[in-house]
């Protein structure tokens, strides 16, 4: 697997790796911007303040420490010189590879359902913590567009540009596709071709490198959105559908 991540165009055709647009168009700028906000700033502490600690309670203090600078020293330097796309992957890259070794390292000690409530419980809690904008911000695009009407199969070119433009979970997954869209009935489908928790880091560098990052794909991206956004707590209903071990992936959004 490459460690660059790539872009696919809607008619499926050849992805462009080097296009100007994609390092540097704005969405570039976008995930540039939210993945040292977000990803940085407010998610990479679940590993430093959370996990770890966790871990050197689990186990023999000094091999987790040792575990962890030695995954550190694969973090990718992050210079100004870097094109907006490139910073993205960086930091994206170097966020995966350090949660994937700490969950993989969590679940030698607990059982299953332990585990995983440790991990989704901390990433929601984090987020309703930290994230509460975000969160407020994807309540309100569900809002308003409930009681719009107009039953479509596809998503008009104007709409299909500005998400491509300007997508806010791009940080997250990505290129993506707004696929299926139907106003009346509250729905809408992205298909993500490659997504950016799988094909950021370098496959040799991650904990596990003979399969897909996907602890943390399930753990850290779906069942915490899907526990944030489940339409009871708010309008807005997200289902993940991570098409392992492919690096592709569904997300389907409906509201009332």
Not at 49 to 72: F, M, N, Q
Request: charged share 25%; hydrophobic share 35%; glycine share 6%.
């Amino acid at each position: 697997m490459s460690d660059n991540v790539i872009a696919s165009d809607a008619a499926g055709q050849a992805p462009a790796k080097h296009g100007f647009w994609y390092h540097w168009g704005p969405q570039a700028w976008i995930d540039m911007w939210m993945s040292r906000k977000m990803l940085i700033d407010k998610a990479m502490p679940i590993v430093t303040h959370t996990l770890l600690p966790i871990l050197r309670l689990s186990g023999e203090p000094a091999e987790i420490d040792a575990g962890y600078r030695a995954v550190k020293t694969h973090r990718e330097e992050v210079r100004w010189t870097d094109s907006p796309r490139e910073k993205w992957r960086k930091r994206y890259g170097n966020f995966v590879r350090e949660v994937e070794w700490a969950l993989l390292e969590l679940r030698k000690y607990y059982s299953q359902k332990q585990y995983e409530e440790i991990v989704v419980g901390t990433c929601v809690s984090t987020a309703e913590e930290t994230t509460a904008d975000f969160i407020e911000m994807m309540n309100s695009m569900s809002e308003k567009n409930k009681n719009k009407t107009g039953r479509r199969a596809q998503p008009s070119r104007f709409e299909k540009f500005m998400f491509d433009t300007f997508n806010p979970a791009g940080f997250l997954t990505g290129p993506a596709e707004m696929r299926d869209i139907d106003m009346s009935a509250g729905s809408m489908t992205m298909y993500i071709p490659d997504c950016a928790w799988h094909t950021c880091a370098a496959q040799d560098t991650l904990p596990n490198p003979e399969q897909l990052p996907a602890e943390g794909c399930q753990l850290i991206c779906k069942a915490p959105f899907e526990a944030l956004f489940d339409g009871k707590q708010s309008d807005l209903r997200m289902d993940f559908d991570p098409h392992l071990p492919e690096t592709s992936c569904t997300v389907r959004m409906s509201w009332k």
